[in-house]
């Protein structure tokens, strides 16, 4: 049965692909895996997009897990906006991210539809904005299915994913998906985690979901720092990549 909760914490990059461990509880581990398959730590949401190294999310952001650290994320890109500061990148002097309190709606204990449940909704709306850019062809998928055999994420979960990049993005169905104000604040970050808006049509991607979310502009600044202090180049060796 395919885990979405898993799922998110493989293309966040939480879950060492191929093993039952976390980056923070096997950081060798992962290490090592990086060395042998660049594609195989934290680096599905690359494989999706079909891009080299791209951008991964690191640090306490990966510890916390999927579900938390998009809830993480977003709770404290709404505290900034609620407290009118500008947007900032966060500093290295800054605490970690912390989940969000329970008895918010951003944790994910009080989704109404379930923690599973929103969490393939996130998992959705990644995927979308990974072929926002509309290079996911029939060769490219593929490619694709192999690199994701590669990282041992799971016959489910490959065939789930595939499924996903081969079906028309459905706009609508994304925000239906959101129930709270709180999740639609999530699924813009989770989208915003997934890509850099390098082109036209990503950054266009991002601007009709968040218009859809009917989310305020201050807010979706606020969000666009906060995903990017989390975020760091991944380095992959020229030898490894073209292999």
Not at 233 to 239: D, F, H, R
């Amino acid at each position: 049965m395919l885990d979405p909760k898993k799922l998110l914490d493989d293309l966040l990059g939480s879950n060492v692909p191929g093993t039952k461990s976390t980056v923070r509880g096997a950081a060798g581990q992962a290490v090592q895996l990086a060395k042998d398959n660049p594609l195989a730590t934290g680096a599905l949401m690359a494989v999706l997009l079909g891009t080299g190294a791209g951008r991964k999310v690191t640090g306490s952001a990966v510890k916390l897990g999927g579900l938390a650290a998009i809830a993480g994320l977003a709770y404290k890109a709404y505290q900034g906006y609620q407290e009118g500061a500008k947007p900032a990148a966060q500093t290295a002097a800054e605490p970690e991210l912390l989940p969000p309190p329970a008895d918010t709606s951003f944790h994910p204990s009080q989704a109404p539809q379930g923690e599973n449940e929103f969490a393939l909704a996130l998992v959705r709306t990644m995927i979308a904005a990974a072929k926002a850019d509309g290079h996911v062809d029939e060769g490219e998928r593929g490619r694709i299915a192999q690199k994701l055999g590669e990282a041992e994420v799971g016959s489910e979960a490959e065939s789930f994913l595939i499924g996903e990049l081969s079906r028309p993005t459905d706009l609508d169905a994304l925000v239906a998906a959101a129930h709270t104000d709180a999740q639609k604040m999530e699924l813009y970050t989770a989208a915003r985690l997934t890509i850099e808006p390098d082109t036209r049509a990503e950054r266009g991607f991002l601007d009709m979901l968040a218009g859809r979310l009917k989310l305020p502009d201050a807010l979706v600044d606020h969000i666009e720092a906060t995903v990017s202090s989390v975020k760091t180049p991944m380095v992959v060796e020229p030898s490894a990549a073209s292999a």
